[in-house]
């Protein structure tokens, strides 16, 4: 690939660039294992899904970036065991370097390769997909396909979470959210767009998920007590959204 792998640092924030000042991931210097940009932190909104000590054990993640997704499951969910793709051999080196990527064989996998094509051809199932990867434009190519989606809900487990970035959809997200909903049998949504405009998507298998909004707000802020991340502004725009009948979150 031609694009370059850039490191810049402001106030106590290092950040990766693909080339341009697009940041494709960022950590705070004093704080390496929390989630620093916004759209991130509402990707880890899927932990709040299933009402399940052991959800995830098994993580795969496609975009590595900054690590941040990575670093925060790898610390915070200690059963995990996470897989990594990530189709730019540059950008793994720019990780451990510069974004603490932890070196843990036994529960992290790095594997350098294409995304779409590593989980076509494994047939290895998962709790938790996380898909966050775009090119050097922002594009992300194959990773917002039907096939693609498709292919994702065939590797979820029971009870398994896709979760989506949709940012640098040139025209927006509702194709996007049509090829899920269409992948998943209408079992997909977005959340209201974050002030970033990432639009975060998810898309579920198993057991319908119908959770209080009451419910979700003291998982939320359990989850605050034990890793530091506050989802409750995500679930206060979910709530004005008016996307919950009846103060319901269904998926």
Known sequence: MSFSIDISEESGIRYLHFGSTWVQGAMRIARPWHLELEYTKEMMASLLMRDDARFPRKVLLIGLGAASLTKFIYRNCPLAKLT??????????AARQFFKLPDDPLRLNVVIGDGAKFIAENDKTYDLILVDGFDENARPGELDTL??????????????ILAVNLLGRSRGYTASLERLREAFETRALVFPSCESGNVIALAATGAPIRIDLDDLKEHAVRLKENTG???LPTLTRIEQAQTCPGGVFYL
């Open 147 to 160: 096939p693609f989606y498709q292919m994702c809900r065939s590797r979820l487990n029971d009870n398994g």
């Open 229 to 231: 991340l506050n989802l």
């Open 84 to 93: 990594v793709v990530e189709i730019e051999p540059r950008v793994v080196a």
